[in-house]
């Protein structure tokens, strides 16, 4: 784990429903409301994005296309912790999963770790 001025980031392991495995860059966001998964990540895993039309808003107001996708994502930190989580798909660039901190269930399981 590292952490810089509130920035949390882990690596670890997404799974898909097409059976590849990838290593990511987790940021663990204070501010999130919702999980979220890179665009181009979730496509590489095989998930597919409901056809709602869903945005989310970035810290500096943008406003980016953010749909749920039809199945959660299975998600592996270390050897203990394995979630399947619901995310949404959204374009990032600098981290390849966020998770928002606001879940209890992330990060107390994660800091017993």
Do not use: W, Y
């Given at each position: 784990m590292t952490s810089t001025h509130r920035l949390i980031t882990w690596r670890g392991m997404v799974s898909g429903p097409n059976g590849?495995?990838?290593?990511?860059?987790?940021?663990?966001?204070?501010?999130?409301?919702?999980?979220?998964?890179?665009?181009?990540?979730?496509?590489?895993l095989g998930y597919t994005e409901q056809s709602l039309d869903a945005h989310a808003?970035?810290?500096?107001?943008?406003?980016?296309?953010?749909?749920?996708?039809?199945?959660?994502v299975t998600l592996r930190i270390g050897q203990h912790y394995r979630a399947d989580i619901p995310m949404?798909?959204?374009?990032?660039?600098?981290?390849?999963?966020?998770?928002?901190?606001?879940?209890?269930?992330?990060?107390?399981?994660?800091?017993s770790q």
């Open positions: 590849k495995r990838i290593a990511v860059t987790i940021l663990f966001d204070t501010g999130s409301q919702a999980d979220c998964i890179s665009t181009t990540l979730a496509n590489r808003r970035t810290a500096s107001g943008e406003h980016l296309r953010a749909p749920m996708l039809t199945s959660p949404r798909s959204v374009a990032l660039s600098s981290f390849d999963v966020i998770l928002g901190m606001r879940s209890e269930e992330h990060t107390s399981e994660l800091q």
